[in-house]
């Protein structure tokens, strides 16, 4: 479904992503762990063209959407979540759940409203208040009911759990897990938290310094031992359940 | 009293025309969070516009007013528009991720160029156009002093509200309005949602270039008499009005734009006319000291 191929990304003279290359196929849960600063956000904006890589491919479902810009790439039916939520502070909810909308048919806008106010009950309740005043989990739940406006067919999701209390993460994994089995959107789900994303995702890489150290099932990156000492024992985000 | 409903009715009008300048100042500000300092000479190109279109269709023999007025709104609205549209493209599109003074600087320059290019190609004088439309309703006689609202008073206010109540409406309720907004809070999320960021942006310069040629139309009939340096002083004194207002909140540019007007006109009714201006920048001053955000402008407050 989505194919990237040795692509290399820059922020000025640094060299971000050194040839990076994954693949997600239709219906997986795909997870990137990795230190920070290791490139795992600069892969899913990479991937949005924004910034866009240098060198390397990225085909979505058979198209080459390397070179497009980002307004006509999320029209190919991919949307991205991304770090640090980025819901528009000064306009409603629902505003921003039809902002979510902008490349959907609109004759899907009542079915879409409905099912991500039975994915996020609380966004229905909150629909009139601005997004600047929702609390931190209120906030990451609109950002995916926001991306899941679009009837996207792959999404992509950065650090969702971050500053969330334990109980709302798990709240949101599971999220995660219901609207890649029943609503059968692939997922390509970027993390601190390993030891959960791990668990979730069918398979999994981990990024070290802009390049792709490992790859395997989310069972075998768990068992793994270098994964295991690097990012789950005593390393960041390693919440026990 | 007669007096002071007279002055009320003329910076009313004076008010809306200014507005109608503002709200382009404060939709681009909002959105690419620059001061576009050619949007006066938009105004001052839709003033001649104005006058060449209503001198051409007056020698084609057309003169009924109301078509006429019609055509030429729709000239002005139509050229300003490209002339709006090609200013971002020239001089900011090219510098949207330049350090911020470089467009300012550019602005600046085209402000300059624009000026100097009326000049060269409609001259250096003052150009007249003779009264369009004339009469009105007297409101009140009293000891020899009447209140008059003329029928271009009339217009120019029934017009301007119309305007901006539309204006409104687009920005509050269409995909459009919609878009725009979350452009000015977060252009790279607008763009990963499928927005067009640039052709939005020009957008706003479109409709920004149309609201200044609707004031440049009203200025022309209202006064008789433009040149290619008006521009100047409007664009600064509705640049005024936008920050008092505060400047990014469309009602603000609004009311600040009804604000200038009305303090010119009272100013200029009950003291000196010379020191108008002094007056208006005088206020603003005053204001920004007590509400550095301007009269509707807010603070960025923001739960992280």
Redesign the interface.
């Known amino acids: 479904m989505l194919s990237v191929a040795g692509i290399r990304t820059f922020y000025g003279q640094i060299e971000a992503l050194k040839g990076v290359s994954i693949e997600v196929r239709q219906g997986e849960i795909v997870t990137l762990i990795g230190a920070n600063g290791a490139g795992k956000s600069t892969l899913l904006m990479s991937i ?1 063209g ?1 910034p866009q890589p240098r060198a390397g491919r990225i085909v979505f479902e058979g198209q080459d959407i390397t070179r497009l ?3 006509a790439i ?2 190919h039916g991919l ?2 979540a ?1 770090e640090g939520r ?1 819901i ?4 409603s909810v629902l ?1 921003n759940l ?3 909308a ?2 959907a048919d609109p004759a899907h806008y009542a079915d879409d409203l409905a099912r991500v106010f039975k994915l996020f009950p609380i966004l229905e309740r909150r629909q009139q208040q601005r997004g ?5 989990g209120e906030q990451q739940m609109l950002s995916i009911g ?1 991306a899941l406006m ?1 009837r996207p067919r792959l999404l992509l999701l950065d650090e969702p759990s971050l500053g969330l209390a334990p109980l709302l993460v798990k709240q949101i994994f599971r999220t995660i897990a219901e609207i890649n089995q029943r609503e059968g959107v692939t997922v390509l789900l970027v993390e601190q938290n390993a030891f959960h994303a791990l668990r979730l995702a069918h398979r999994g890489y981990v990024l070290v310094n802009g390049r792709i150290a490992l790859a395997g099932t989310g069972a075998e990156l768990l068992a793994n031992r270098e994964v295991r000492s690097a990012y789950l024992e005593g390393g960041h985000g390693a919440v026990p359940a | 009293m007669e007096y002071f409903l007279q002055q009320l009715i003329n910076g009313l009008t004076l008010g809306g025309i200014y507005a109608l300048i503002a709200i382009g100042y404060t939709m681009v500000y909002g959105i690419i969070g620059m001061i576009n300092f050619a949007h006066g000479e938009v105004y001052m190109i839709g003033a001649f516009i104005a006058v060449i279109a209503f001198t051409a269709l007056g020698l084609l023999g057309l003169t009924w007013v109301p078509l006429s007025l019609a055509i030429v709104l729709m000239l002005a609205i139509g050229f300003t528009a490209i002339y709006g549209w090609s200013i971002e493209r020239v001089a900011y599109r090219p510098l949207r991720s330049a350090p911020r003074l470089a467009p300012l600087i550019s602005a600046i320059g085209m402000s300059i160029l624009l000026q100097n290019y009326v000049q060269v190609l409609q001259g250096a004088k003052i150009k007249t156009l003779p009264p369009m439309i004339e009469g009105g309703l007297t409101l009140m006689q009293v000891e020899g002093f009447s209140v008059r609202l003329s029928y271009l008073q009339i217009i120019i206010l029934l017009l301007t509200v119309s305007l901006m109540a539309a204006f409104s409406v687009v920005i509050a309720r269409t ?1 459009l309005g ?2 725009q ?2 452009c000015e ?2 252009r ?10 640039d052709r939005t942006i020009s957008l706003t310069f479109v409709m920004g270039a149309g609201l200044a040629a609707v004031a440049g139309v009203f200025v022309t009939l209202y006064y008789g008499v433009i040149d290619f340096f008006i521009g100047f002083l409007a664009g600064l004194k509705a640049f005024t009005a936008a920050v008092l207002g505060g400047i990014g909140s469309l009602a603000g540019a609004m009311l600040g734009g009804l604000l200038i007007g009305l303090i010119e006109a009272f100013w200029a009714g009950y003291f000196t006319v010379e020191y108008k201006d002094l007056a208006v920048f005088a206020i603003l001053v005053i204001v920004l000291i007590f509400r550095p955000t301007g009269l509707l402008g807010q603070p ?5």
């Open positions: 949005c924004n810009s980002t307004h999320v029209r949307a991205h991304p980025r528009f502070p000064r306009m505003e039809q902002m979510g902008t490349v600047g005043t929702l609390s931190g926001r679009s | 995909p919609r878009a907004r979350a809070q977060d790279r999320m607008a763009s990963l949602l499928g927005v067009d960021v960025e407050v923001e739960k992280v």
